[in-house]
């Protein structure tokens, strides 16, 4: 009881003290206090659900085990209001709605604008317990300096996507911006559709959605869990083609595997099967293909390093990889895009703090003399 009663008297002493950064912030239009203050209302939120035993209880047990304890959870939020309090900005440079996490994500340019779309998590939240059920939007000139916009995409219900929305990636085509993301139903089904918009701002979606599914060689039912997400579009001459997260049937079993799909419309989509990478043996994560000096390069998450890496000469398959974890770009993160703008390359990566906090960082991108990717 004593120890109950010391965190919930450290839970009001931080409330208190953030409070007043909040209002700081707000009086001084401070955003990068206001995008940490809001984190630590998040996980003295979170403490106090746990302390108090009213920790949801999800259908996957793994949601029990992303969070700390009551009293780590504290620390931290102790942590980031001890360095604002020293006028330290311990978030800067990672992008974050307030209140919210950011993780798989898409930039697009319009005129001098880069609008960033993202899944769009409350904070020290999964996805299990607070669904992203509507995508996150920001504007800016820089890469640096964000804009908060209005949410897109709301889930609707009684539809193929009512329950979640992942993984934005947005094409220009034919004089319209065509965004595919992953579509979620109850039961965690996934399947790929899209939405439409003249502007970035107002956006419908297809008829006929989904346009791809996990084809005949791997397991997908309406029913049940099921992979095919994280859909990404690389046009090569006049061929789209579609990279996703999926899975497939062996002898040895069902294993993770790249979904891949070509298309000459964007609305009709031949399979074009799927694809094992050598060192992946969990779902290969938000795969990104990138075409440079006629080869074909699919940066995706690689559960056991981070952003890595694979190289081919054909876009559909034969991925090859470095050995020695020396096909990692960036260790530990995720979620990671390539961005070319104005002659210059750049990465983008979800960086991971304990109790499901996540943010968006850009770094510059390079090329060595074998072609290989590295920051």
Same mark, same amino acid.
């Given at each position: 009881m004593e120890v109950i009663m010391d965190i919930n008297n450290k839970i009001n002493d931080?409330?208190?003290?953030?409070?007043?950064?909040?209002?700081?912030?707000?009086s001084n239009s401070d955003s990068e206090i206001q995008k940490t203050a809001s984190m630590v209302e998040c996980l003295l939120e979170r403490a106090e659900i746990t302390v108090q035993g009213k920790m949801p209880k999800g259908r996957w047990s793994w949601v029990e085990d992303s969070y700390t304890s009551p009293e780590k959870i504290v620390e931290q939020a102790e942590e980031f209001v001890s360095e604002m309090e020293k006028g330290i900005l311990p978030l800067e440079g990672k992008f974050a709605e307030p209140g919210f996490s950011t993780i798989d994500h898409c930039i697009i340019k319009k005129e001098d604008e880069h609008h960033l779309f993202y899944i769009r998590n409350k904070a020290a939240n999964t996805w299990a317990e607070f669904p992203s059920d509507n995508f996150g939007h920001a504007v800016s000139k820089d890469l640096r300096n964000w804009e908060i916009k209005?949410?897109?995409?709301?889930?609707?219900?009684?539809?193929?996507?009512?329950?979640?929305?992942?993984?934005?990636?947005?094409?220009?085509?034919?004089?319209?911006?065509?965004?595919?993301? &992953?579509?979620?139903? *109850?039961?965690?089904?996934?399947?790929?559709?899209?939405?439409?918009?003249?502007?970035?701002?107002?956006?419908?979606?297809?008829?006929?959605?989904?346009?791809?599914?996990?084809?005949?060689?791997?397991p997908w039912s309406e029913?049940?869990?099921?992979?095919?997400?994280?859909?990404?579009?690389?046009?090569?001459?006049?061929?789209? *083609?579609? *990279?996703?997260?999926?899975?497939?049937? &062996?002898?040895?079993?069902?294993?993770?595997?790249?979904?891949?799909?070509?298309?000459?419309?964007?609305?009709?989509?031949?399979d074009e099967g799927a694809h094992f990478l050598p060192t992946a043996k969990l779902p290969p994560e938000s795969p990104f293909v990138v075409k440079k000096d006629d080869k074909y390069y699919l940066i995706y998450f690689n559960y056991a390093g981070g952003t890595a890496f694979a190289y081919s000469d054909n876009p559909i398959n034969g991925w090859k990889e470095l050995l020695d974890g020396k096909n990692i770009i960036i260790p530990g993160v995720s979620a990671s895009e390539v961005y070319f703008d104005d002659g210059k390359w750049y990465i983008t990566l979800i960086s991971h703090q304990p109790n499901q906090l996540h943010f968006l960082e850009i770094k510059d991108l390079f090329w060595d003399n074998d072609g290989f990717p590295y920051i």
């Amino acid at each position: 009881m004593e120890v109950i009663m010391d965190i919930n008297n450290k839970i009001n002493d931080l409330k208190l003290r953030n409070s007043l950064l909040i209002d700081k912030a707000l009086s001084n239009s401070d955003s990068e206090i206001q995008k940490t203050a809001s984190m630590v209302e998040c996980l003295l939120e979170r403490a106090e659900i746990t302390v108090q035993g009213k920790m949801p209880k999800g259908r996957w047990s793994w949601v029990e085990d992303s969070y700390t304890s009551p009293e780590k959870i504290v620390e931290q939020a102790e942590e980031f209001v001890s360095e604002m309090e020293k006028g330290i900005l311990p978030l800067e440079g990672k992008f974050a709605e307030p209140g919210f996490s950011t993780i798989d994500h898409c930039i697009i340019k319009k005129e001098d604008e880069h609008h960033l779309f993202y899944i769009r998590n409350k904070a020290a939240n999964t996805w299990a317990e607070f669904p992203s059920d509507n995508f996150g939007h920001a504007v800016s000139k820089d890469l640096r300096n964000w804009e908060i916009k209005e949410p897109i995409l709301q889930c609707i219900e009684g539809t193929w996507d009512c329950y979640q929305v992942w993984a934005p990636h947005i094409v220009e085509f034919n004089g319209e911006y065509w965004m595919f993301y &992953t579509g979620v139903n *109850y039961n965690a089904s996934q399947a790929i559709g899209i939405a439409k918009s003249k502007d970035l701002y107002n956006w419908e979606r297809c008829e006929g959605n989904p346009v791809i599914k996990t084809g005949e060689w791997g397991p997908w039912s309406e029913d049940s869990w099921s992979d095919c997400r994280d859909p990404m579009i690389l046009q090569d001459g006049k061929i789209f *083609y579609a *990279y996703y997260c999926t899975q497939k049937f &062996t002898d040895e079993g069902v294993k993770s595997a790249l979904g891949v799909s070509s298309s000459k419309d964007l609305l009709h989509w031949k399979d074009e099967g799927a694809h094992f990478l050598p060192t992946a043996k969990l779902p290969p994560e938000s795969p990104f293909v990138v075409k440079k000096d006629d080869k074909y390069y699919l940066i995706y998450f690689n559960y056991a390093g981070g952003t890595a890496f694979a190289y081919s000469d054909n876009p559909i398959n034969g991925w090859k990889e470095l050995l020695d974890g020396k096909n990692i770009i960036i260790p530990g993160v995720s979620a990671s895009e390539v961005y070319f703008d104005d002659g210059k390359w750049y990465i983008t990566l979800i960086s991971h703090q304990p109790n499901q906090l996540h943010f968006l960082e850009i770094k510059d991108l390079f090329w060595d003399n074998d072609g290989f990717p590295y920051i």
